[in-house]
């Protein structure tokens, strides 16, 4: 059994600064992609910021320049810096993560969720 759990969320000011957590637990071997996916009511799901099967990163474009997702490998853990947030990143954000565990083949796994809410 593996779990991702979100943390961090809240209320922020535009143009503040707030960071998300995403911490996976379990029956581990491996995690071969995690990132983070937001979803604003009445929109569909969207991808935010993810680190690849390849080690690469990607972002969204309405995110470049002012979000950074990192990660402790130790920790199994990702995390994603926002900086400057608008009123438009209002969602919840959800980890994902793409997991090998014990005696399973690679699954896909998602959080609880956050809500970020971005208001003055």
């Known amino acids: 059994q593996v779990q991702l759990v979100e943390s961090g969320g809240g209320l922020v000011q535009p143009g503040g600064s707030l960071r998300l957590s995403c911490a996976a637990s379990?029956?581990?071997?491996?995690?071969?992609?995690m990132g983070w996916y937001r979803q604003a009511p009445g929109k569909q799901r969207e991808l935010v910021a993810a680190?690849?099967?390849?080690?690469?990163?990607n972002y969204a474009d309405s995110v470049k320049g002012r979000f950074t997702t990192s990660r402790d490998n130790a920790k199994n853990t990702v995390y994603l810096q926002m900086n400057s947030p608008r009123r438009e990143d209002t969602a919840v954000y959800y980890c994902n993560g793409e997991i090998r565990a014990i005696r399973r083949g690679v699954d896909n796994y998602w959080g609880q969720g956050t809500q970020v809410t971005v208001s003055s």
């Open positions: 379990g029956s581990i071997v491996s995690i071969y992609a």
């Open positions: 680190f690849t099967i390849g080690g690469s990163t």
